[in-house]
């Protein structure tokens, strides 16, 4: 987690320009939402593939009549609303440049087809220059040295061809969008290999952005829309919308789904990026207020129940993502509901979450209404709790365990001090939180995170922020998670895997170190994501990195690397070239590594980056792409194939690497018992 920063005492008082000025216009599709400025100045020229779209104006002022109903034309005037939002739907049947042109006087807004001219730039990276093999076409000879037997026939996952290993070799022509890449393993393979985490495809969904499965529950705990670019607000995922689409996740070779956090967020919003430019709520899941409860905008028990069931039956496990350095900040929303006497209220509306920031005020501009000398602060979390910048509050410090992290409320994981949790957390409505004797601060994190195991069975956590609480917390938090799945799955007569910990190390790469013996059983690598540049260019350039992994995880049999393309808190693999072909070379690169991989939503499918202001890591945590072109669509078969055959041979992830010696190709095997692949690459075209 790494979130943008929001210090208490710094943000208060803090004014820039005010928000985008009306009137504005919305342009949507089922999965895409965009916000730009009309202007009577000039046309707003928008690149619109083909699809059904949904358009809305809002902030046209003035005396005018309510339009009529009649039918939307292109390049006719359609009458808009004055002081309330005009929505209607248009299809655009040819892809295109479209101009939407903005009549002040008249109060309307036309449509029509443009040239070609003001389409918003993407940037976009140079593909690197490196050296490669090339590929002119047709058969290949591959080298399988001593990997099978002669008379041995393989077939190339990609292309569907079966071939005779004949003196170690075999002839075959790779598929033509396979990006110079053959997968072969035996026609006739060995009983199924058993799943082992060391080579886990492991699925990470942001919840709220992926699915939307139960719109009931959109709009919890009083949150809003901000009917602007909705950069920071709910989108509406939830539990029900991931059980919706567990057979697709299942269909990716995915052994493993890890869950953005699901505990109970806080209800408020705080001001998004440094210029407060849009409303910023916890729909990432990593702002707790409740560690006992789901958020009521992704579901409640029993729909975490069924998931787990439902992915369980199609041989997936499932992580849920642990947090226990920080709690979400306090909003206007929370600090009413709790009764936490620090807020002018007489500045602020009835219900102080309806609050928005005046002509000269931005989103963190609601500051100005809260006393953070107040010494009413100890009816929070209390210092015994928390560290902030608080009256009757430790300071922060300056070391990774003592730090306020993104401002955020540092639990004080390392007193020994007994403590009560805080008296609004006890009343809170469905509460899992009881007072226990003699309990510490860690003492009641660990039980309320492990708990989820001792409940539903969960196979294992994602682990928030490691450097940032003691080792001896993440020992406990393992021991006592791997007793409650042990206790749970026999009171349901069922067996399965040790319980396992993934770490988050900010920055952290592909070695052994100390935090594995913290009860860690993989690390996140960081390493990866700077690889895959020259790795997607050519797909030789891994054969160093792949070496490495796999030299690193054999001498270290109790560790492995969990890399990535794309995450939230850094950036989305396709963002950087826009190209569906180092996408798809970018796969061959992650999915084929040594040690497990992590696939980010939407990586299958080149999703894009989403609206972000002033803070990029927004852009990263855009709406799940469910209608796919013919691009996104090709992209996907070939990640599903890849996914597929890392799945059925665990040997990828986990098996011995061998590079076998070849003049213009880059070949080499993977063994694990009696599962052995050999992977070949013939070069570009």
């Given at each position: 987690?790494?979130?943008?920063?929001l210090?208490y005492?710094l943000?208060a008082?803090?004014?820039s320009?005010?928000?985008?000025?009306?009137?504005?216009?919305?342009?949507?599709?089922?999965?895409?939402?965009?916000?730009?400025?009309?202007?009577?100045?000039?046309?707003?020229?928008?690149?619109l593939?083909?699809?059904?779209?949904t358009?809305?104006?809002?902030?046209?002022?003035?005396?005018c009549?309510?339009?009529?109903?009649?039918?939307?034309?292109?390049?006719?005037?359609?009458?808009?609303n004055?002081g309330?939002?005009?929505e209607?739907?248009?299809?655009?049947?040819?892809?295109?440049?479209?101009?939407?042109?903005?009549?002040?006087?008249?109060?309307?807004?036309?449509?029509?087809?443009a040239?070609?001219?003001?389409?918003?730039?993407?940037f976009?990276?140079?593909?690197?220059?490196?050296?490669?093999e090339?590929?002119?076409?047709?058969?290949?000879?591959?080298?399988?040295g001593?990997?099978?037997?002669?008379?041995?026939?393989?077939?190339?996952?990609?292309?569907?061809?079966v071939?005779?290993?004949?003196?170690?070799?075999v002839?075959?022509?790779?598929?033509a969008?396979?990006?110079?890449?053959?997968?072969?393993?035996?026609?006739?393979?060995?009983?199924?290999?058993?799943?082992?985490?060391?080579?886990?495809?492991?699925?990470?969904?942001?919840?709220?952005?992926?699915?939307?499965?139960?719109?009931?529950n959109?709009?919890?705990?009083?949150?809003?829309k901000?009917?602007?670019?909705?950069?920071?607000?709910?989108?509406?995922g939830?539990?029900?919308?991931?059980?919706?689409?567990?057979?697709?996740?299942?269909s990716?070779?995915?052994?493993?789904?890890?869950?953005?956090?699901?505990?109970?967020?806080?209800?408020?919003?705080?001001?998004?990026?440094?210029?407060?430019?849009?409303p910023?709520?916890a729909?990432?899941?990593?702002?707790?207020?409740?560690?006992?409860?789901?958020?009521?905008?992704?579901?409640?028990?029993?729909?975490?129940?069924?998931?787990?069931s439902?992915?369980?039956?199609?041989?997936?496990?499932?992580?849920?993502?642990?947090?226990?350095n920080?709690?979400?900040y306090?909003?206007?929303?929370?600090?009413?509901?709790?009764?936490?006497?620090?807020?002018?209220?007489?500045?602020l509306?009835t219900?102080?979450?309806?609050?928005?920031?005046?002509s000269?005020?931005?989103?963190?501009?609601?500051?100005?209404?809260?006393?953070?000398?107040?010494?009413n602060?100890?009816d929070?979390?209390?210092g015994?709790?928390?560290r902030?910048?608080?009256?009757?509050?430790?300071?922060?410090?300056?070391s990774?365990?003592?730090?306020?992290?993104?401002?955020?409320?540092?639990?004080?994981?390392?007193?020994?001090?007994?403590?009560?949790?805080?008296?609004?957390?006890l009343?809170?409505?469905?509460?899992?939180?009881?007072?226990?004797?003699n309990?510490t601060v860690a003492?009641?994190?660990?039980?309320?995170?492990?708990?989820?195991?001792?409940r539903?069975?969960?196979?294992?956590f994602?682990?928030?922020?490691v450097?940032?609480?003691?080792?001896?917390v993440?020992?406990?938090?393992?021991?006592?998670a791997s007793?409650?799945?042990?206790?749970?799955?026999?009171?349901?007569?069922?067996?399965?895997?040790?319980?396992?910990m993934?770490?988050?190390?900010?920055?952290?790469?592909?070695?052994?170190s100390?935090?594995v013996?913290d009860?860690?059983?993989?690390?996140?690598?960081?390493?990866m994501?700077?690889?895959?540049?020259?790795?997607?260019?050519?797909?030789?350039?891994?054969?160093d990195?792949?070496?490495?992994?796999?030299?690193?995880?054999?001498?270290?049999?109790?560790?492995?690397?969990?890399?990535y393309?794309?995450?939230?808190?850094t950036?989305?693999?396709?963002s950087?070239?826009?190209?569906f072909?180092?996408?798809?070379?970018?796969?061959?690169?992650?999915?084929?590594s040594?040690?497990?991989?992590?696939?980010?939503?939407?990586?299958?499918?080149?999703?894009?980056?989403?609206p972000?202001?002033?803070?990029?890591?927004?852009?990263?945590?855009?709406?799940?792409?469910?209608?796919?072109d013919?691009?996104?669509?090709?992209?996907?078969k070939?990640?599903?194939?890849?996914?597929?055959?890392?799945?059925?041979?665990?040997?990828?992830?986990?098996?011995?690497?061998?590079?076998?010696k070849?003049?213009?190709?880059?070949?080499?095997s993977?063994t694990l018992?009696?599962?052995?692949?050999?992977?070949?690459?013939?070069?570009?075209?």
């Open positions: 987690m790494k979130l943008s920063p210090c005492a943000v008082g803090l004014v320009a005010p928000l985008l000025a009306a009137p504005n216009i919305t342009i949507s599709t089922t999965t895409t939402s965009r916000n730009f400025p009309l202007s009577s100045d000039d046309s707003l020229v928008i690149p593939p083909k699809d059904n779209y358009v809305k104006v809002s902030g046209v002022v003035g005396n009549i309510a339009p009529s109903g009649a039918k939307i034309r292109f390049a006719k005037p359609i009458a808009l004055c309330t939002d005009t209607f739907e248009i299809k655009v049947r040819f892809s295109g440049d479209y101009a939407f042109d903005f009549d002040p006087g008249a109060h309307s807004l036309a449509i029509r087809r040239a070609k001219k003001a389409q918003a730039t993407t976009t990276r140079p593909i690197p220059d490196v050296q490669c090339t590929y002119a076409g047709g058969a290949v000879t591959l080298v399988t001593d990997t099978y037997p002669d008379g041995t026939q393989l077939k190339d996952a990609l292309s569907g061809q071939v005779t290993v004949k003196n170690g070799q002839s075959l022509t790779p598929a969008d396979s990006g110079g890449l053959v997968l072969l393993s035996p026609l006739n393979s060995p009983s199924k290999a058993p799943f082992t985490y060391k080579s886990a495809n492991i699925y990470f969904v942001m919840i709220d952005r992926f699915n939307n499965g139960d719109s009931s959109d709009n919890s705990y009083g949150r809003k901000d009917h602007q670019q909705e950069i920071g607000t709910f989108h509406g939830d539990l029900k919308g991931v059980i919706e689409k567990l057979d697709y996740i299942q990716l070779g995915t052994d493993v789904i890890w869950l953005s956090p699901i505990v109970e967020q806080i209800h408020g919003f705080v001001g998004g990026g440094d210029s407060g430019s849009f910023f709520y729909y990432h899941g990593y702002w707790t207020r409740d560690f006992t409860k789901i958020d009521a905008n992704l579901g409640d028990d029993n729909d975490l129940k069924t998931l787990i439902e992915a369980h039956k199609r041989g997936m496990k499932v992580l849920l993502d642990a947090v226990i920080h709690s979400g306090a909003t206007l929303a929370d600090l009413q509901t709790d009764d936490i006497d620090v807020v002018n209220a007489a500045t509306p219900r102080w979450s309806d609050w928005q920031p005046k000269g005020e931005n989103w963190h501009s609601f500051h100005q209404a809260i006393d953070y000398q107040s010494p602060w100890r929070w979390w209390g015994d709790w928390v902030a910048g608080l009256p009757g509050y430790p300071a922060p410090g300056g990774d365990i003592t730090m306020t992290l993104a401002g955020l409320p540092d639990f004080r994981t390392e007193s020994a001090q007994a403590v009560t949790p805080p008296k609004w957390l009343n809170n409505p469905g509460t899992r939180v009881k007072a226990r004797e309990y003492d009641y994190l660990i039980e309320w995170q492990t708990d989820w195991v001792k539903f069975g969960i196979d294992g994602r682990v928030d922020t450097k940032h609480v003691e080792g001896d993440w020992k406990r938090l393992k021991q006592q007793a409650n799945l042990v206790s749970w799955r026999q009171a349901h007569n069922q067996q399965g895997a040790p319980f396992w993934m770490g988050e190390v900010w920055g952290h790469s592909a070695y052994r100390p935090y013996d009860g860690f059983d993989a690390l996140i690598n960081f390493d994501q700077k690889r895959l540049d020259s790795g997607a260019a050519c797909f030789s350039q891994m054969a990195t792949y070496q490495n992994y796999a030299t690193e995880m054999n001498n270290s049999p109790d560790f492995m690397p969990v890399s393309m794309s995450s939230h808190d950036e989305l693999f396709f950087r070239f826009n190209s072909e180092m996408q798809r070379n970018a796969a061959n690169a992650l999915l084929l040594p040690g497990g991989i992590q696939v980010y939503y939407g990586d299958e499918v080149a999703r894009e980056l989403g972000y202001a002033d803070d990029f890591h927004q852009g990263t945590r855009s709406d799940m792409v469910w209608q796919l013919e691009q996104r669509q090709a992209l996907l070939h990640w599903q194939t890849l996914g597929q055959f890392r799945r059925a041979h665990p040997a990828i992830g986990a098996g011995i690497h061998r590079e076998i070849q003049d213009g190709a880059y070949v080499f993977r018992g009696d599962d052995k692949v050999v992977v070949g690459f013939v070069g570009r075209k």
